[in-house]
């Protein structure tokens, strides 16, 4: 948490003083105090909905459009907070026959030095090529379908299937392999805990093969040399075949039945599963080792928040958030000490970042339903609501810290509820 709090740059007396403050204004907000910085407030409040905010200018309207709270933050926002928002719409694509990959990683959102995202589309039959990394690979399917495969150290094998909503685990250093089926062939997202990751930098069959010299393969695979013409001599990455027609138990009795097959399920139904919480304003379904095994390096939650509802206020105390937004529009507000708060906005395919310990919330701000998810480095799914908090301590302690009565405290909601209506 030191990287990150060294990180939190605090401006004094506030960024708002190109506003149009009153140097009286500025000099009184030097000295701090509450009275000043609840004038301080108002008088940025008042600017905001007068001439002072106008921009006569030049000015990318689809943009500010996009993102009203970014260029003209609330009243209550402080201080310059590390980076929030990035989003896959500003990376450019690397485009191959059968598909494409782009990347959001630390390179370009600088405070995310836990993880990493890759989104990437193979058309129906298309491979990405047998592989391997560094780093565990969580996916979540955004549409279509999948086939999968995954060898344990053992020699035994997974082979499974995924559709839109299901998610996959491939632990660092197990290879693996992902095509495309029909009809469309797929498009999913995937979650690594390197925030430097880079999708371009796996190991991949194609090129060990064309970087091993000939008379070590021959004598490898115990084949002549005549049999090696055809191994590619570049990097396949992402290329073209044909849809399987084979189905799954079929590959399986293909390669040897149970006897070579996997005593570890490497997906998960997300998306169908029961919701751990479900409230008038949406669902969080959560996933994590408690009941996917082999996650043990990344937890998530896909998070419903309904028109008009709002993820609660609340902190994760373990690690730092990674979001993805799927659907739908959002607005978060992040609190990180001394003083500082940024709220930004969310669209479908932005990436969103919270440092870890770090209060927020996120509300839906559109007429359709916000779909987004939380990922974390980490084997557990934890978080700490602020309600929930306020109603376990005593009434007087919460009356001294912040003015409510004993009947005003009632109405705050005693349990964690997730997502508000």
Known sequence: MKDEQDQVIVESPSRRKFLGASSVALAAAALGGLTVEAQQRASTQKAEHDHSSSDPGQENKALLAENPNSN???????????PLWYSFDLVKKRVEEGGWTHEVTQRVLPSSKDVAGVNMRLTAGSYRELHWHTADEWAYVLYGNARVTVMNPDGTMFIGDVSEGDLWVFP???????????????????????????????????????????????????????????????????????APTNTVEQD????????????????????????????AGGEVRVVDSRNFPTSKNI???????????????????????????????????????????????????????????????????????????????????????????????????????????????????????????
């Open 72 to 82: 003209m933050p609330p009243p209550t926002d402080h201080g310059d907070m590390v």
């Open 172 to 242: 660092a250093g197990f290879p693996h392999s992902i095509q495309g089926l029909g009809p469309d062939g797929t498009e999913f997202l995937l979650v690594f805990p390197q925030g430097m990751f880079s999708e371009d930098g796996t190991f991949l069959l194609s090129e060990w093969m064309a970087h091993t010299p000939t008379e070590v393969l021959t004598k490898n695979f115990g084949l002549d040399k005549a049999a090696l013409d055809k191994l590619p001599t570049d990097a396949l990455y992402i290329f073209p075949g044909d």
């Open 252 to 279: 399986k009795a293909e390669i040897g039945g149970e006897r070579v097959a996997s005593r570890y399920q490497y997906t998960f139904k997300l998306k169908s599963m029961t919701p751990t919480k479900a409230t």
């Open 299 to 421: 937890a998530a939650a896909l998070v419903i928040v309904k028109p008009g509802g709002m993820r609660e206020l609340h902190w994760h105390p373990h690690a730092s958030e990674w979001q993805f937004y799927i659907a739908g529009k959002a607005r978060m507000t992040v609190f990180f000490p001394v003083d500082n708060a940024r709220t930004m906005d969310f669209n479908a395919n932005d990436v969103g970042y919270v440092p870890a310990v770090a209060g927020h919330y996120i509300e839906n701000t559109g007429d359709t339903d916000l779909v987004f998810l939380e990922t974390f480095a980490s084997d557990l799914f934890l978080d700490v609501s602020l309600n929930n908090w306020l109603r376990r301590l005593p009434t007087k302690m919460v009356t001294d810290h912040l003015g409510f009565d004993a009947d005003t405290i009632k109405k705050i909601p005693a349990d964690k509820l997730e997502v508000l209506k």
